[in-house]
Nanobody, 118 residues
Framework: VQLVESGGGLVQPGGSLRLSCEAS????????MGWARQAPGKGLEWVST???????????TYADFVKDRFTMSRDTAKNTLYLQMDSLTPDDTAVYYC?????????RGQGTQVTVSS
């Protein structure tokens, strides 16, 4: 399993970024994946999950603090998971990690830094 995040950077408050996670080594199309973040001096914080295990459309959930601001999507042809982040605030500053969930727990990528500052 390999997860490679990209798309982080420095953005002003109110701005937007789109994070990408290129996945390999497992069946992406029916995986349970998501995003988490870790702010400086704080623990890992869940952001969102997409559950594509069933025959229905993938089910997505978001933490309350990102609802209506962040949108997760995926491109199964590219095995890539995205996180569109809008209306960013300084509180969103963190390292963002792509995650894959399995029977043995969560696997994370190396992370991508997002800094929201004027």
């Amino acid at each position: 399993v390999q997860l490679v995040e990209s798309g982080g950077g420095l953005v002003q408050p109110g701005g937007s970024l789109r994070l990408s996670c290129e996945a390999s080594g497992f069946p992406f199309i029916n995986a349970v994946m998501g995003w988490a973040r870790q702010a400086p001096g704080k623990g890992l914080e869940w952001v969102s999950t997409i559950d594509a295990r069933g025959s229905q459309d993938p089910f997505t959930t978001y933490a309350d603090f990102v609802k209506d601001r962040f949108t997760m999507s995926r491109d199964t042809a590219k095995n890539t998971l995205y996180l569109q982040m809008d209306s960013l605030t300084p509180d969103d500053t963190a390292v963002y990690y792509c995650q894959k969930f399995g029977s043995s727990g969560a696997i994370r990528g190396q992370g991508t830094q997002v800094t929201v500052s004027s």
